[in-house]
């Protein structure tokens, strides 16, 4: 099967080419599953319900969540009835929210034998390194694996981190325990995608779905004043050249073991070559 996990979605430029790019883009890659982070994606901090509901419209199948999980408070009731959309695992056990999506998946494959229902199971953590005070993500991911046991053939790991050195012990640790651990927080997309020793796709971060003539996504201008002045601004979203940025990752459900990984990057200028004939997949139920 082959699934796609999208960078952070950064507020409505994000999700403007989100809803351009995403249909083509299941169709040319054969995508059978979409993931996306949409901390972001309302004015650059929080999610709101409706902006959640934009997002799947879009085609994405599951959300994932990090440090803003809660900025925008109308999102709470939603986070605690939608399987859809999951918050960081290590956050204390009385926060609002679900910390483990089930998607089962009808993987497109020319192996007959291969079309049977796959599950596949998507959790997120927050690193620690610069990073707001939280439960230890390494034991967190530890009981999220335990409470998964045998129910996924297939297993996606968001660890939204700032320090690389988190995010590579967590792939180190977990290697072939889990299909695909990708990072995501720093909007800015890393270089290392790579199948590791035990069969784990990993890459510490995917990258930014949003403005990128910006500084993570905000206006240049503003940030730059405060950075210089230690003025107060408000640091807009900015809006030229927005991108969408993910990761692909194909993976063996008899196994659980990823097969292969590779980096996507979308502009506004090559969204015409985002399209094919090839038939888009059925939707996953949660």
């Known amino acids: 099967m082959r699934f796609l996990f999208i960078g952070d979605i950064v507020g409505k430029p994000g999700r403007n080419i989100l809803r351009s790019a995403l249909p083509g883009l299941i169709a040319r890659e054969g995508l059978d599953l979409v993931v996306a982070n949409a901390e972001n994606a309302a004015g650059g901090s929080g999610l709101t319900p409706v902006m959640a509901e934009e997002i799947f419209a879009a085609g994405v199948d599951v959300i994932t969540l990090g440090d803003h999980v809660y900025k925008r408070k109308e999102i709470i009731p939603l986070l605690e009835r939608d399987g859809r959309i999951v918050r960081p695992c290590n956050y204390p056990d009385s926060s609002p929210g679900i910390t483990l999506a089930k998607v089962s998946v009808n993987p497109r494959t020319p192996n007959a034998s291969a079309r049977e229902p796959v599950t596949v199971a998507v959790f997120c953590v927050l690193g620690r390194v610069f990073m707001r005070p939280v439960d230890c993500p390494f034991t967190a991911v530890e009981k999220m694996l335990e409470r998964i046991g045998g129910d996924a053939a297939v297993t ?14 967590m792939g180190r640790l977990f290697d072939g325990r889990i299909t695909a ?5 720093t909007h ?10 035990g069969g784990t796709a990993f890459q510490c971060d995917v990258g930014m779905t949003g403005p990128h003539e910006s500084i993570l996504g905000r206006r240049i201008d ?22 969408l940025n993910g990761t692909i990752v194909e993976a063996d459900p008899a196994t ?14 090559n969204l015409t070559n985002s399209t094919s004939s090839r038939s888009t997949p059925s939707p996953p139920t949660i």
Do not use: N, Y
């Open 256 to 269: 659980g073991k990823a097969t292969a990984i590779h980096r996507v990057c979308v502009t506004k200028e």
């Open 222 to 243: 503003r940030v730059i004043e405060t950075t210089l002045s230690f003025r107060p601004t408000t640091f807009d979203v900015a809006v030229g050249d927005v991108r």
């Open 181 to 185: 651990i990708l990072g995501t927080h």
């Open 188 to 197: 800015v997309p890393t270089a290392d995608e790579r199948i590791l020793p």
């Open 156 to 169: 996606l790991l968001d660890v939204h981190a700032e320090a690389t050195s988190d995010k590579q012990v």
